[in-house]
């Protein structure tokens, strides 16, 4: 595989999980396992012309965009890299898919408690007091 090649399976991968797609879905639509899917998405199978067209037109845009660097300008964005890494699109569905501004403040703490490697017992006490204050605000 060429440089050329992996660039293409990376931006295929940002792309599917920028848009909600998961892995199975993706193959699906595409009318191929998952397992191949995967093989492209991680640059074990080069990705032939029509299925490239195929990813193509299942993300709207055109093969050019591909060649050109477009998606590459867009894959490249530092957000979208985020949501490449493991659980980051889940999360940011769990976060928007939240009740109201306190359920979404309680999930960030939750979570940049947890990114700074708090203790457990830390990190329990941080949930209980958010709890009773969303509790209190609500009465």
């Known amino acids: 595989m060429t440089e050329a090649d992996q660039d293409v399976s990376r931006q295929v991968r940002i792309l599917r999980q920028a848009s909600g797609l998961t892995l199975v879905e993706m193959a699906s ?26 990813i193509a037109n299942l993300f709207g845009v055109p093969v050019s965009a591909f060649l050109d660097g477009d998606v590459e300008r867009v894959a490249s964005r530092p957000d979208l ?21 306190a359920s979404r403040r ?34």
Do not use: N
Not at 31 to 42: F, R, Y
Not at 118 to 138: F, T, V, Y
């Open 29 to 54: 639509a595409l009318g191929i396992s998952w397992q191949q899917m995967h093989k492209h998405e991680t640059g074990g199978s080069r990705i032939g012309a029509g299925r490239f067209q195929a």
């Open 106 to 139: 309680s999930i960030l703490a939750l979570v940049t408690a947890a990114a700074h490697v708090c203790p457990p017992s830390a990190l329990l006490r941080q949930i209980e007091g958010l709890h009773e204050r969303r509790m209190a605000g609500s009465s």
């Open 81 to 101: 890299e985020l949501l490449a890494k493991p659980g980051a699109l889940e999360h940011l569905q769990l976060y928007a898919g939240a009740s109201d501004d």
